[in-house]
């Protein structure tokens, strides 16, 4: 590695990157070593807690937007259903997005929850339902990003399919439009 290249160079987002990375680092970190520090629970499950909301928060709003060019959120309708709606960036802006960065944000989405769910696992085993109960919420919030953004990202290859069919579609009618305009 050269003396000056830094780590992040290959980053388009290197700040973005690090916050994502640093609130899910931080409630997990946290979560893991608390009992070495605290003996009360209500601290470690609101500390805890409130990393894990900021983590949700950062990667909802900011991260999966710059990111991976996806935003997602959920609305309740008059009649009392659940809404999802979708927002992502247009299909050239998406083709542009840089892959490392989009690399770290899917990795470290599904590895969060797979930590979790291992914490869980073993909060489980040794009898631990409060702090089962720190896991589930955090498990939670995790999954919840990893569901938006799977529809978000689905509902973005509708759309690219769906341009590229008019697209291809729009082209053949002028062809043949400009066939018969000849003759």
């Keep these: 590695m ?3 290249q830094s780590l992040g160079e290959n980053y388009a987002n290197p700040k973005t990157c690090f916050f994502h990375v640093l609130f899910k680092a ?12 605290f003996d009360s629970f209500v601290i470690i499950f609101v500390v805890t807690v409130v990393l894990a909301a ?3 928060w950062v990667v909802k709003n900011v991260s999966g ?3 991976v060019g996806l935003r997602w959120w959920n609305e309740i309708n008059d009649l009392g259903e659940s809404i999802w709606k979708f927002e992502c960036l247009d299909q050239e802006a998406l083709a542009r997005m840089n892959k490392k960065d989009s690399w770290l944000f899917w990795w470290t989405l599904y590895l969060t929850a797979a930590a979790w769910i291992f914490l869980g696992i073993f909060s489980l085993i040794r009898f631990q339902a409060d702090f089962l109960l720190v896991v ?6 995790s999954i919840a990003n990893i569901i938006g953004f799977t529809k978000c990202r689905k509902d973005a290859k509708k759309q690219l399919q769906a341009f590229a069919s008019q697209t ?8 043949i439009q400009s066939a018969f305009s000849v003759v």
């Design 65 to 67: 937007r710059i990111l």
């Design 54 to 56: 900021l983590d949700f």
């Design 168 to 175: 291809i579609a729009s082209r053949v009618t002028s062809t």
């Design 136 to 141: 589930g919420v955090c498990l939670s919030l």
């Design 2 to 4: 050269d003396q000056n």
């Design 26 to 37: 931080a409630a997990l970190a946290f979560y893991i070593l608390s009992a070495l520090f």
